[in-house]
């Protein structure tokens, strides 16, 4: 019996690390639940500073970059020198040849928000607003960051980095927005009697943020965002890969005929010329989001791979146990004589 306790120790400490290690897991909750804060109706990730002027007319998504960037890191940067340098690197990160005068178009953009505030985003295309709107609320709530939104169909971006919501969409799918809190750069450059933008942070129904949030056409060329909702993200870490596998059916041309070119005076809205077709690099281009009709993951559960994991280790441990058990007492090893000449 003795030799068999031997035998059994490694087995049971390996046994015991194993058990406490699952107990360890099952009671730790993810890190992004962790920091999740409380839901209160709804959430605005706006502070006083955060807000930056674009520097010229054509530096709205430059601008939209910065107050994003001074969003996430707690930051009150309103410098030119950081829109220009934001807005020449997303001018290299085009989809399309524009002219200087176009500005950045949607893959540049998201070129630029995942080089200077997040890694995450995302661009996304949709074929709705409230599909679009729902993706982005929920994308929201999840990562803590602020969403870029193509408005005045491309011709300029805003900041969406605010709403309220009838139920929390972290947690459930069943959930109504009610509001949404924006910023766009040109309020502080444009005509106070004649201008776009409301004064940052300002709070806009759903259906008067639709009025602004419509469909993107840049009319000098077709592009591939076209008669499409276009938006850039932030996907959580779970979803950014299965987001990733479908990025082409998003970014491919719709096989219909051309779009009906949006009325002028809708367009005439803006006081700055055609800004730009706004931008992802080109391996991310226009993911389609996941279903958002499965329930999100229960916080501290274990998910599907991992429950896969525990079961194989632990029908390992078992095996191990069977055949070290199932063993009879070994013989004890020949006991060699000493050869001539050796002493003793």
Known sequence: MAAQHRRLRPVLGLVAALLASFAWAGATPAAADAALPAWKGGINLYRTGVFSTQKTWLWCTASDVQIMRNIKYHRTDHSRTSQSRYFEYMRTKNRYSLPRSAGVDPQGWTAGLRKYVDDRYRL???DTFSTNLRYAVKRMRLTNLPVAVAVSHGNHGWVLHGFTATADPAKTSK???TSVRVSGPLWGLQNRTFGYDMRPNTKLTVT?????????WYAPKRMIWDNKFVSIQPITRSTTASAGSTASTAATP?????PARPAESEVAALVAPSVAALATPGPVASPVPTSLTEPPTQRGAATAPDAVAVAAMSAAVVVLLVVTLGRGPRAPSRVRRPRAGWSS
């Open 254 to 258: 719709a096989a219909t005929p051309e």
């Open 175 to 177: 959930y109504t927005v």
């Open 208 to 216: 008067q943020f639709k009025r602004f949030f419509t469909k993107w």
């Open 124 to 126: 996304v295309a949709t």
